[in-house]
């Protein structure tokens, strides 16, 4: 399914103290329904662009289907707006899980905190650093990904997110949902048996609590942010051995967690290994 992300509009543009129409772009967003097995399980509003990966993704990430090699045969309707998923086996407990918090250790950590029960069956530890990126190397990244939005430019209405490695590997999915991004990022590389543990998230906006997570889902050691961090979200990476790197605009930038995969190029009056 590959509909046009933006449409032009005639607006009325208001500017200098005088009304003036002017063509402008206008970001589109579709409900995208998945049934699974025939039977309706949930609606997402999304970009209506590389819908199979994000509907693989999400379905992975969310533990409803974590082995890609279960789903038998997925099909698009373009004209309901549906993706029909064949799949061998289906989580059984997720109805019951979906919306149900509780108080429990996060991913058999000490510290208690609030999650979704399936989060926590779903979201990876990272127990070893097997990326290192230089602060030249998150300047970088993030360049690369800002090269790559040209329907953020054109309408501002959609979230950019990228999967990256510092030997050239570079995969770019913008979305009118945050989440949805990263889905299809993810619901690719599983597609496509593309490794994700020794590559980065570089993300356009802030790094919440429910982004954190979906990049422990994915199995990502580091997130690389133009924005700022929630306190939750600090909490989880901590948890979760993630390095969370926001603020990355000009020459400078915040390292939040796990400042081990963070190397310095050049000396400096802080040194890593003392955190």
């Known amino acids: 399914m590959l509909v046009e992300q933006h449409n032009r509009r005639t607006v009325i543009r208001y500017s200098d103290g005088s009304f003036t129409e002017k063509e402008d772009q206008v970001v589109v967003e579709e409900p995208i329904t998945i ?3 025939g039977r309706e399980f949930i609606t997402i509003v999304c970009s209506p662009e590389w819908i199979e990966d994000m509907a693989v993704g999400f379905l992975a990430s969310e533990g409803i289907i974590p082995n890609h ?5 997925i099909r698009i309707d373009e004209k309901a707006g549906v993706v029909h998923i064949t799949a061998d086996k289906v989580y059984p407990f997720y109805e019951q899980l979906q919306n149900k918090r509780f108080v429990s250790s996060c991913c058999g950590m000490s510290r208690q905190g609030f999650v979704f029960a399936h989060d926590a069956i779903t979201a990876k530890t990272m127990k070893e650093a097997r990326v290192k990126l230089t602060p030249e190397d998150c300047f ?9 939005a040209e329907t953020f430019r054109k309408t501002g209405g959609v979230h950019n997110a990228a999967l990256c490695s510092t030997d050239g590997f570079f995969l770019s999915r913008v979305d009118i949902g945050r989440h949805n991004a990263l889905d299809k ?5 599983l597609r496509n048996d593309i490794p994700v543990r020794d590559k980065v998230i570089v993300f356009s906006g802030r790094i919440s609590s429910e982004i954190l997570l979906k990049v422990a889902k994915i199995g990502c050691e580091v997130i690389l942010s133009k924005s700022a961090p929630t306190q939750l979200a600090l909490e989880l990476a901590e948890e979760l051995g993630i390095t969370a790197v926001g603020f990355i605009r000009g020459g400078s930038f915040n390292l939040y967690t796990h400042p081990e995969r963070i190397v310095a190029d050049q000396p400096s009056g802080i040194s890593i290994s003392d955190y």
């Open 35 to 37: 049934h699974i097995n």
């Open 185 to 189: 990022i993810y619901g690719h590389c």
């Open 140 to 148: 970088a990244l993030m360049r690369k990904m800002d090269d790559g």
């Open 69 to 73: 090699q279960d789903i038998k045969n």
